[in-house]
């Protein structure tokens, strides 16, 4: 695939045919999908327009505002607009951060501000390396294969205080607000370059409650589709035959993959509880922990 950055500043119009709208929490727009004639474009409203023919060989920046950083559109591209490309290619991606344990990969996914890279970030200042951070690439098989990321962690600037590590600051150049890039005390991400087996995927839920509210549920097979649904990149969701393919490919991994709701208290007193409990339902799926509640949702 190419991607160009070059003429990002470069004005451009186009004929699109908006298709789908992506609103942040507060409700407003974060990013406008449309098709053009020759492909697709993904509109950052006064922050930049990405469009990607139609194959997903090609992608290039333009109409971007002046106030805008190029580390910003990088970010961007990177971690907004290829997971999309990948699915448009016949790959599929979960909206998930992951890191590598003695047993396998395991990803936590959920909504925005639900702690991923937070608690992803704990888990390598604990000696578990990353292995992404904001898209997990999945291949298929009688093994569900989990692809490396980029060794990068970004984080909001309060979960970099809380837990008490270092960060290269990003001057904010635009209304986007943009994470800062987490570094750990050695100046550098521990990452696994590796493909390697996906064991458990957690859909995290946040709750106002302290450590002892640390919990691990069991989901009937139906919840933890809707959940890997919710958490799946998709490009053309007016293309059916992608949705076909894509609700099968995750038929299979709630199938094969343990597939379990993770509520962690809003916290940072409570990162270690988390992990260990992570660690003992990792170690053994079926035994029972003093902390868990082993519930059917």
Same mark, same amino acid.
């Given at each position: 695939?190419?991607?160009? /950055?070059?003429?990002?500043?470069?004005?451009?119009?186009?004929?699109?045919? @908006?298709?789908?709208?992506?609103? +942040?929490?507060?409700?407003?727009? @974060?990013?406008?999908?449309?098709?053009?004639?020759?492909?697709?474009?993904?509109?950052?409203?006064?922050? #930049?327009?990405?469009?990607?023919?139609?194959?997903?060989?090609?992608?290039?920046?333009?109409?971007?505002?002046?106030?805008?950083?190029?580390?910003?559109?990088?970010?961007?591209?990177?971690? +907004?607009?290829?997971?999309?490309?990948?699915? /448009?290619?016949?790959?599929?991606?979960?909206?998930?951060?992951?890191?590598?344990?003695?047993?396998?990969?395991?990803?936590?996914?959920?909504?925005?501000?639900?702690?991923?890279?937070?608690?992803?970030?704990?888990?390598? /200042?604990?000696?578990?390396?990353?292995?992404?951070?904001?898209?997990?690439?999945?291949?298929?098989?009688?093994?569900?294969?989990?692809?490396?990321?980029?060794?990068?962690?970004?984080? @909001?600037?309060?979960s970099i205080q809380g837990l008490g590590a270092?960060?290269?600051?990003?001057?904010?150049?635009?209304?986007? #607000?943009?994470?800062?890039? @987490?570094?750990?005390?050695?100046? #550098?991400?521990?990452?696994?370059?590796?493909?390697?087996?996906?064991?458990?995927?957690?859909?995290?839920?946040?709750?106002?409650?302290?450590?002892?509210?640390?919990?691990?549920?069991?989901?009937?097979?139906?919840?933890?589709?809707?959940?890997?649904?919710?958490?799946?990149?998709?490009?053309?969701?007016?293309?059916?035959?992608? /949705?076909?393919? +894509?609700?099968?490919?995750?038929?299979?991994?709630?199938?094969?993959?343990?597939?379990?709701?993770?509520?962690?208290?809003?916290?940072?007193?409570?990162?270690?509880?988390?992990? +260990?409990?992570?660690?003992?339902?990792?170690?053994?799926?079926?035994?029972?922990?003093?902390?868990?509640?082993?519930?059917?949702?």
């Amino acid at each position: 695939m190419r991607a160009s /950055l070059a003429r990002c500043f470069e004005r451009l119009r186009f004929d699109a045919r @908006w298709y789908l709208r992506s609103r +942040q929490p507060g409700g407003a727009t @974060w990013l406008r999908s449309g098709k053009t004639k020759s492909g697709y474009v993904l509109s950052f409203p006064a922050i #930049a327009d990405f469009l990607v023919d139609r194959t997903g060989r090609e992608v290039v920046c333009r109409n971007a505002s002046r106030d805008v950083s190029l580390d910003t559109i990088r970010h961007l591209l990177i971690d +907004q607009v290829l997971p999309l490309i990948i699915n /448009l290619r016949g790959g599929e991606a979960l909206h998930a951060t992951a890191v590598a344990t003695p047993e396998g990969v395991c990803a936590f996914t959920g909504p925005a501000g639900s702690g991923k890279s937070t608690l992803a970030a704990s888990f390598v /200042l604990s000696g578990y390396p990353l292995v992404c951070d904001d898209c997990l690439t999945l291949a298929g098989g009688r093994t569900v294969m989990a692809l490396a990321g980029y060794p990068g962690l970004r984080l @909001w600037e309060d979960s970099i205080q809380g837990l008490g590590a270092a960060s290269r600051r990003r001057k904010r150049r635009t209304n986007h #607000a943009t994470k800062s890039r @987490w570094r750990n005390r050695v100046g #550098a991400i521990d990452f696994c370059p590796t493909p390697r087996p996906l064991v458990r995927v957690y859909l995290l839920k946040r709750t106002r409650r302290n450590a002892a509210g640390v919990m691990i549920r069991d989901l009937a097979p139906g919840r933890a589709l809707m959940g890997l649904l919710e958490a799946a990149y998709r490009l053309d969701t007016t293309d059916r035959a992608m /949705l076909k393919r +894509q609700f099968h490919f995750l038929t299979g991994i709630a199938e094969r993959v343990g597939v379990k709701q993770l509520i962690v208290p809003d916290s940072f007193s409570a990162l270690a509880a988390v992990r +260990q409990l992570v660690r003992d339902d990792l170690a053994d799926d079926r035994g029972s922990v003093s902390t868990t509640a082993k519930t059917r949702d």
